[in-house]
Structures are given as C-alpha cells and as structure tokens.
C-alpha cells in the first residue's frame, strides 16, 4: 500500500523568512496530495491540496510543487507569521482509495 | 455550515473497559471516516463508510474495535476492551463521497487508557 514520508520533523524558522516541508510518497499511482494544518488541540483543517494534473499550486503566502516523476510533493509557506506555527500533515490517495497520511512537522515561528 | 460533530471530547478508562465514541458527519455528506491519530504522528484510517456500508476497515482491530453507520448518518465507534495502546484521539471525519478528496474533520475524542 501507499507510504507517505515527511521530513523534518520539527521546523524551527524565524518570523518573515520561508519555510519548506517535503514529502515523498511510494505508489505512483496517487493523484491526489492534501495539506493540512493542526493546531494544539484542534481538528486537522486542509490548507492546500493539488492534483497530479498540476505542478504548482499557489494560494497567498502557501504554495505546493508536486515532482511526479522522483515522487514528492513540497509544502512552502512564506513571510511566515506566529500564526503559522502549528503541525502540518501531507497526504496521499489515488481516486477513492483512503489518504494515507505523513508523520507531521511541527513549525515554530520565533519572534 | 454545521461542521463534523463528535463527543465525547474527553474520556478516561480502565484498561479493559469499555468506550463508545458518536459522530455525526456534515449535512449530505455520503462518506464517513474514523481516523486515530497517536500523540505525535498522523491520522491513520480505521474505517471507511458510504453511506451505511462498509469500504474498508483493512485496519481496525475487529478483535476490540467495532463501528457501525446503521441509517447512513451517524455513527459509533466502540473499543471493548481498551488497551492502553489505544490511547489516541479518535477523529471523525467526512466527505461528500469518496472521489471528492476532500474531507472534513471533527475535532476529535480524547481517549486515555490507564
């Protein structure tokens, strides 16, 4: 079955510079790579998401490049405020089968 | 729009007692999901519904885990008995169907197990 792995596990950055969470997943046949944002003691909110048809997608100050061919999927937030600190969560799935999910990031944003 | 509800938020058990967590997915949505997501790492599924029939459940322990979505809406997930590997936040999640993707996530029941 699918294995999603993310690096790192925690990302330490200071507020207004970028930060890039990376994923890579094994079943070349997922299409679909979510994003999700989960703060301490709250549900996991979808940030993000693109599909194998695109390479890029852009949405304000997050963005997510998708490398079909070596397998990853990367997440970059930029001008990152202290808002942004959270765990994110990447994700894979091929058509209706279920996501499988990466172990998390924690991001720190330090004032 | 009315999000996924759970409850209870919060539960602390025995070792080999028993626990049953409710959901109730968003209003029209089709599919229906029970995640478990162990302190430090990501949501990983224990069962899939459409509707009131089951997609997969390829990894819930059927020995102590059992769920069911009996009218297609609601849904229950009970744990007999808990062992203290269970303990986990166990969410609810849902979705129109399953080629949509997208799905949504309550904010989860708290189990702890000592």
């Known amino acids: 079955g699918e294995n999603v792995e993310q690096h790192p596990s925690t990302l330490s950055v200071q507020e207004g510079d970028s930060a890039v969470i990376k994923c890579t997943y094994s079943d070349s046949a997922s299409n679909y790579f979510p994003w999700y944002k989960q703060e301490l003691g709250k549900r996991p909110q979808l940030i993000i998401d693109?599909?194998?048809?695109?390479g890029e997608k852009k949405d304000q100050r997050i963005a997510v490049t998708l490398n079909k061919t070596a397998k990853h999927f990367s997440l970059h937030i930029t001008e990152t405020q202290p808002e942004d600190s959270a765990v994110y969560f990447c994700a894979a799935s091929k058509g209706a089968q279920k996501l499988v999910f990466g172990q998390g990031t924690r991001l720190t944003i330090n004032p | 729009e009315a999000g996924v509800a759970q409850s209870p938020r919060y539960k602390i058990i025995e070792k080999r007692q028993s626990v049953a967590f409710w959901c109730n997915p968003i209003s029209g949505h089709a599919t229906l999901y029970w995640y478990q997501q162990i302190l430090g790492q990501g949501p990983k599924l224990l069962i899939q519904?459409?509707?009131?029939?089951?997609?997969?459940d390829s990894q819930l322990p059927k020995d102590r885990f059992s769920a069911e979505r009996l009218k297609g809406v609601d849904s229950t997930l009970k744990i007999q008995p808990a062992k203290l590997e269970d303990s986990a936040v166990y969410l609810c999640?849902?979705?129109?169907?399953?080629?949509?993707?997208?799905?949504?996530f309550g904010e989860g029941s708290w189990l702890t197990v000592v």
């Open positions: 693109i599909r194998s048809n695109v």
């Open positions: 999640a849902s979705s129109l169907d399953p080629y949509s993707n997208t799905i949504y």
């Open positions: 519904f459409q509707n009131n029939g089951v997609v997969d």
